[in-house]
């Protein structure tokens, strides 16, 4: 599970739930999950929809399932000292921790402004940062950020590419190991509808999650509030046709498997 607040109408529900004992839950930021996925080492988990791109013969997704936004989704931002449309040659600092993200954002800046920038992997709080043009981050990292306020022009990725594509984003998914998905289909089954059930309960109490999270990151339950409100759980198939346009873009750029798309999907038969 994705260790930011934006699982929190998922996951603390899951918390405060009776689960078998071998249902063990591992906790990272998504290129931590990602790698462990590809590993072996998880079995099925939230993860960055540019994973299930770069290996879709070993997964398959759980359907109706994703962590997604149609339009702004208020976490994961393109800090600029500059106009955007100005960073040609400039450094751009990338959080490492989602690939999803990382890719997106060259999508938007060599897509769409036409712009072609240094890029740099590394820490948003480290040495680099006070020396880079702008500054990718996620998760709880863009919200802390987006509430100091200084950055003069802030970019939210899925306000972006909604505008350009008219569509939403989906940035994780729910995979499944292809090979789990072939020896325990009863489990991956019973597991999908918790989710599911989880993710119905979480938006009933969505106002007692937010007082519960906020502190996290510090901000107001108000505020909280709004922001989980514009994250999405679902996968319709509007959300399908924007995942696949995101990996056709990707396929055209060498970055993911051609075979990513038509999407693969865990059946319950």
């Excluded at 934006?6 to 899951?14: D, Q």
């Excluded at 992997?121 to 020396?131: E, F, I, P």
Aim: glycine share 6%; net charge negative.
């Amino acid at each position: 599970m994705v260790n930011f607040i934006n699982t929190a109408p998922i996951y603390e529900t899951w918390k405060k739930r009776s689960h078998p004992s071998d249902w063990q839950v591992f906790e990272a930021p998504p290129s931590t999950l990602n790698q462990m996925l590809a590993d072996g080492e998880l079995d099925l988990g939230f993860v960055s929809s540019y994973e299930y791109g770069v290996r879709p013969q070993e997964y398959r997704i759980l359907p109706d399932l994703s962590i997604s936004a149609n339009g702004s989704v208020g976490s994961v931002f393109l800090f600029c000292r500059i106009d955007p449309q100005l960073l040609d040659n400039e450094t751009v600092l990338l959080s490492g921790q989602s690939e999803t993200s990382i890719a997106l954002i060259k999508i938007i800046l060599e897509e769409f402004y036409k712009v072609h920038p240094q890029y740099v992997v590394g820490d948003v709080h480290g040495d680099l940062a006070d020396q880079a043009a702008a500054i990718l981050a996620i998760g709880d990292e863009a919200l802390r950020l987006s509430s100091e306020g200084h950055f003069p022009y802030q970019l939210d990725l899925g306000e972006v590419w909604c505008k350009y594509t008219d569509l939403p984003f989906v940035f994780a998914i729910c995979a499944v190991r292809e090979e789990f998905c072939r020896n325990h289909p009863q489990t991956v089954s019973e597991i999908h509808k918790e989710f599911l059930a989880c993710r119905g309960e979480g938006s009933r109490q969505l106002e007692s999650i937010c007082s519960q999270v906020a502190p996290r990151i510090p901000m107001h339950p108000d505020e909280c509030y709004v922001y989980l409100r514009a994250i999405e759980y679902d996968l319709t198939e509007r959300k399908q046709l924007a995942l696949e346009k995101y990996y056709g873009y990707l396929i055209a750029r060498g970055e993911v498997s051609p075979h990513s798309v038509p999407l693969q999907f865990f059946s319950y038969e």
